[in-house]
């Protein structure tokens, strides 16, 4: 159905869908669910177990492993193959329950709030699932309602709805049922409600017109499966080491053939000894060790209201440059807040945030006694009496049942000690002129002790020309035309700091009174004074706003508010002077031209939903990692888009968790800060642990090297390679991402896009430490083969390797910071590992069945001793390096080398 339901005439719009006032009937109903489906959005098919458990192995440095155990297998070597196979379904089932989790974490948020909706069909009005509804459906709105479909209204009543999931803007939208123009856009279509906006205030009846997909929030829904979604900057990290790695042993196998032919090895002694240096060069760990390290950041990042719906993302916002946000309901609380008050010719200032009825009232930063100020609490009454909001508890989270700027004064009252339902008691409503946006106002009778009274709110202009006299120094005087000018220049400072202005007034009547008109009421109200409101800034977010300039992160708001709303929140939040873009002003600007101005704009106003993807796609083209945050339908195309996607938990649409990579719990701004040190950390680890693994696999290599090219004899047995690298490195480097956060994470500026885990600083301390501990394991090596059998040299060289394991898990705890500076016992996961590693070692040295299994033979105190010198020494020098020269190895962290900061 394509017809232009906006344009057409309620009757014509029944006619057209074949439906009428009393609905459809059963039969027509389950027609046409057979025939359009199940209204409800069609998220990305859901990827069996089976598949999730599969995707664990799709890695190159996977498939080296999977070569290498099909290697050993082929030549006998079973117990490598079946250690290697056993790590690699150890790191598969690690990855599969971490994702499976992390998609039941964000099924039980979707849980929380199944939709349903009142429709009506063969003449009776139900409650159904909204899934259920077919075009052509009768469906009534009432305020706080969800919509659940895009519908025609057919007859309203006050109706306001928030469409800010949709559009963006903060403020309710009036809503009629009258025809509108063919080709106004989305917003300015006042007759109809789309689905997943709010009713807030007034009733509503209305025709399904379309469902499911064919929803405007459907078309969204599906122009995100378009968006192709690129690798993390981890994936690009590991997937390049894989590389590396499978370079390096090619080259080394060349290496070692050459040198064994010329040693004269026979040849399956030589294919034994690549086979050996195969595993040497491959840290098996390594995968099983990152995942755990990446799962581990998450568990820690849920614990602070961070869902990771995807394990390889933990650490994206660690690299982030760009945040771009979306301010209703991210930066902002989306809760109206009485600010400011004009009531007698005096300034008052409200404190407090959101619906929360905690705050003060304060007079040149003075706290008032509000029994001085009959004005002020008159205007408090009027605003809570003269209203149809309702302010609720629940688990101590207040929240507003109506329209959010009743609900504004509502809150401002109860700051005053005034609870709405209490007051109604002693002051009964007996009629009301109800709100309507031509009148520009709403009035309201109440029953009084000794008579009745009209209180009435509305725009400023529309109170003063109802009014004859005005409050001054707590008596009613009549209005003058300087009072007039002085109350629409406070009406006019408040607009000029955005706030949104409500005058009220009142007026005493007979205790008969009862014909509540316009007419009678006209020219004779006493004037209050006025409120000015706002969404105001979150407070956390002014933190994690300065937090993230610390770190060097640019914060850019993006919303669907107006231009000067959004200046001012912005200005709000200390965010930094930068030019202010609108969406009329973006949609001139080509591709080329935003991506030339994108550094120097700091606020978009009045966006639509695709502007928000060429933003993001602008900054990425400029070489920054972005990251999105935001709750609304229209924030989920730039949510795929962008490198992290952030939605929320709480107000979040089910669009936007879908397009996400991260899911805030707490809805939290302040949250994505956490996120954001909590991932540099996690990368730091991974740095750690990838220095410690592969500089024991180099090492082993260059031992290995030497040992065949100048003595023709191996130093250590592929088992035991694989024990070094498994059972040792694997049991000491998951330990190490266990590392506490040193504390200095959001000093640094976020990496370069194009610096990895992987940087030349890295490399270079790798080859030196490695390069030291393979010659000095070449050295015991060759000083043991002269003195004893060939069996107990090759468990010197093994020993000797794994102490030196022992003692640089310690060294790598940090490549700047000493170990007295980090803490000895900060990290006590670590020093019960190596306890632990030490046990085992001394198992497979001693315990017959083990020197089976691997080749050993038992040793004295002098090969230990030789051991634990080796190590202790290569120890000290590192940690004396550290003390006096801690950023030998620092060159190409952060940014690119050669590429000035």
Not at 54 to 65: A, D, E, G, R, T
Not at 627 to 656: E, H, Q, R, W
Not at 808 to 826: Q, T, V, W
Request: glycine share 8%.
């Amino acid at each position: 159905m394509t017809e232009k339901w906006h344009t057409q005439s309620t009757d014509e719009v029944l006619r057209l869908l074949g439906s009428s006032h009393n609905g459809l009937t059963e039969t027509e109903v389950n027609a046409r669910l057979t025939r359009y489906g199940a209204n409800e959005l069609k998220g990305k098919k859901k990827t069996s177990p089976a598949i999730v458990f599969l995707k664990q192995f799709l890695s190159p440095l996977i498939y080296v492993l999977v070569a290498a155990a099909v290697i050993s297998m082929v030549v006998g070597h079973f117990i490598d193959a079946w250690v290697i196979i056993g790590v690699l379904l150890a790191n598969a089932v690690v990855g599969f329950t971490q994702e499976i989790r992390a998609e039941k974490a964000m099924e039980a948020l979707n849980r929380l709030a199944a939709p349903k909706a009142k429709v009506r069909r063969d003449g009776v009005i139900k409650q159904l699932p909204a899934r259920e509804i077919v075009p052509g459906d009768i469906i009534f709105f009432e305020t706080g309602d969800k919509v659940p479909t895009d519908a025609r209204l057919i007859e309203t009543s006050n109706l306001k709805i928030n469409e800010s999931p949709l559009t963006g803007e903060s403020m309710p939208v009036e809503k009629n049922a009258h025809g509108v123009a063919e080709d106004v856009p989305i917003s300015d279509r006042k007759n109809i409600a789309y689905m997943g906006t709010i009713i807030t205030y007034g009733r509503a009846t209305a025709v399904a017109t379309v469902t499911g997909m064919s929803t405007e929030i459907g078309k969204i829904a599906d122009a995100i499966q378009d968006v192709k979604p690129e690798p993390t900057p981890l994936q690009k990290s590991i997937s390049k080491l894989s590389k590396y790695i499978i370079f390096l042993v090619l080259g080394l196998l060349v290496i070692l053939v050459v040198a064994g032919v010329l040693r004269g090895l026979e040849w399956f002694d030589l294919f034994l000894v690549a086979v050996a240096a195969a595993v040497s060069a491959i840290p098996e760990g390594l995968p099983a060790v990152v995942t755990i390290v990446l799962a581990l950041g998450m568990r820690t990042m849920a614990r602070r209201n961070a869902i990771i719906r995807k394990l390889v993302a933990v650490e994206t916002l660690g690299s982030a440059t760009v945040i771009c946000s979306d301010k209703t309901g991210t930066l902002t609380l989306n809760q109206m807040t009485v600010r400011s008050i004009f009531v007698n010719g005096h300034w008052i200032e409200v404190t407090g945030e959101g619906y929360e009825p905690k705050g003060c009232f304060q007079e040149n930063k003075q706290n008032i006694n509000l029994n001085e100020h009959e004005a002020l609490n008159m205007h408090l009454r009027i605003g809570t009496l003269c209203n149809d909001a309702l302010l609720t508890s629940n688990d101590g989270n207040s929240t507003i049942y109506g329209d959010p700027t009743e609900g504004a004064l509502v809150v401002a009252a109860a700051k005053a000690g005034m609870v709405k339902e209490i007051l109604e008691q002693y002051h009964p409503r007996i009629a009301e002129i109800p709100f309507q946006s031509e009148k520009q106002y709403m009035a309201t009778l109440h029953s009084e002790s000794n008579g009745r009274m009209i209180y009435m709110k509305g725009s400023v202009e529309k109170i003063l020309a109802f009014s004859r006299s005005i409050m001054k120094n707590n008596q009613v005087v009549p209005i003058t035309e300087a009072d007039k000018k002085a109350t629409l220049h406070a009406a006019s400072v408040m607009g000029k700091q955005t706030l949104r202005v409500m005058a009220t007034a009142y007026l005493d009547v007979s205790t008969d009174f009862e014909a509540l008109t316009e007419d009678y009421i006209k020219g004779k109200m006493v004037f209050a004074g006025l409120s000015g409101m706002a969404d105001p800034p979150r407070e956390e977010a002014k933190e994690a706003i300065r937090l993230c300039l610390k770190a060097g992160i640019r914060v850019v708001m993006i919303t669907g508010d107006h231009k000067d709303t959004a200046e001012s929140v912005a200005s709000q939040l200390n965010m930094p002077p930068g030019k202010v873009v609108t969406g009329t002003e973006l949609q001139q600007m080509s591709d080329e031209e935003l991506s030339r101005d994108i550094n120097n704009i700091q606020v978009f106003a009045r966006i639509e939903p695709l502007h928000k993807l060429r933003i993001v796609n602008a900054l990425k083209s400029r070489g920054h990692t972005v990251a999105m945050t935001g709750d609304g339908v229209n924030d989920a195309p730039a949510l795929k888009s962008a490198n992290i996607g952030i939605a929320m938990g709480i107000t979040g649409t089910d669009i936007a968790k879908e397009a996400s990579d991260m899911v805030l719990a707490d809805d939290n701004f302040a949250s994505v800060v956490a996120a954001v040190e909590e991932g540099r950390s996690i990368f730091q680890r991974l740095r750690n642990v990838i220095f410690f693994l592969l500089g024991t696999n180099i090492g082993e290599l260059i031992a290995l090297t030497l040992s065949v090219t100048i003595l023709g004899k191996a130093p250590l047995l592929a088992v035991q390679i694989i024990w070094i690298n498994l059972v040792t490195d694997t049991a000491v480097g998951i330990p190490m991402g266990l590392e506490p956060k040193v504390g200095d994470e959001l000093n640094n500026p976020p990496r370069h896009p194009k610096v990895g885990l992987i940087f030349p600083g890295l490399l270079v301390r790798v080859a030196v430490m490695a390069g030291l501990m393979g010659i000095g394991v070449f050295l015991i090596f060759n000083w043991a083969q002269r003195t004893m059998s060939l069996e107990e040299a090759r468990s010197v060289a093994f020993c000797s390797m794994v102490v030196f394991e022992w003692f640089r898990a310690f060294n790598a705890r940090s490549d700047e910071i000493p170990l007295l500076k980090l803490g000895i016992f900060r990290n006590r996961t670590l020093i019960y590992s190596i306890s632990t590693a030490i046990l085992l070692q001394m198992a497979v040295i001693y315990l017959p069945f083990m020197q089976v299994a691997f080749g050993t033979r038992p040793l004295g105190l002098t090969e230990w001793g030789i051991a634990v010198l080796a190590g202790g020494s290569l120890f000290l020098l590192e940690e004396i390096r550290k003390h006096f020269f801690p950023k030998l190895f620092s060159f190409g962290k952060w940014e690119p080398v050669g590429k000035g900061k």
